[in-house]
């Protein structure tokens, strides 16, 4: 049976924490690939910082080297927005068993996703912790310890907070953006 975790996201920027998950997930036993899937637009926001071009291809170049890891150009290309339950539907054309990564922080707002109660049906939540949130029984828990916000982060760039492969031009992109 072929198993997967979603990773999906803004990741505007990328950061260190998305790697910790990454590698995190990568340790789970019955998840033989993990799916990296920049949103064209995310379905609750107005805009990117960053294209979603230019994201596809620094996830493609921070992970390029990891085993098992693909990252998808899927909601990219439909050049919208794309909910949840249509990417994990496509998915489901190709995997046995997909688990959704979302952050403890996106719980509170998860019944306003898009046909979240089918969604719950079709996937196995992982619930990566964040900010001391509970999580439910009911999910699947991550701990990671890296305390990184995207937004933050665009604030205030931190080079350290930011993938090696790509941390010189992401800082730089966002720097020159806050500097405007």
């Known amino acids: 049976m072929k198993t997967i975790a979603l990773f999906g996201g803004s990741f505007d920027p990328p950061h260190v924490g998305h790697e910790s998950i990454v590698k995190a997930l990568l340790n789970f036993?019955?998840?033989?690939?993990?799916?990296?899937?920049?949103?064209?637009l995310n379905p609750f926001k107005e805009f990117s910082h960053?294209?979603?071009?230019?994201r596809l291809r620094w996830l493609r170049d921070i992970f390029l080297e990891f085993e098992n890891v693909k990252v998808s150009s899927y909601e990219v290309?439909?050049?919208r927005k794309i909910p949840t339950i249509q990417t994990v539907k496509h998915l489901l054309q190709t995997y046995d068993k997909v688990y959704l990564v979302i952050g403890a922080d996106n719980?509170?707002?998860f019944h306003r996703w898009d046909s979240f109660k089918e969604?719950?049906?079709?996937?196995?939540i992982i619930v990566?912790?964040?900010?001391?949130?509970t999580v439910d029984d009911e999910f699947v828990r991550l701990d990671i310890d890296v305390d990184i916000s995207s937004t933050q982060l665009r604030k205030r760039i931190d080079i350290l907070k930011l993938p090696k492969k790509c941390a010189k031009e992401i800082a730089k992109f966002y720097k020159e953006k806050n500097d405007r």
């Open 29 to 40: 036993r019955d998840i033989k690939e993990v799916v990296v899937m920049p949103t064209f």
């Open 50 to 54: 960053a294209s979603s071009g230019l």
């Open 77 to 79: 290309d439909l050049e």
């Open 107 to 109: 719980l509170k707002s």
């Open 119 to 124: 969604l719950k049906k079709l996937v196995s």
């Open 128 to 133: 990566v912790t964040r900010d001391n949130l």
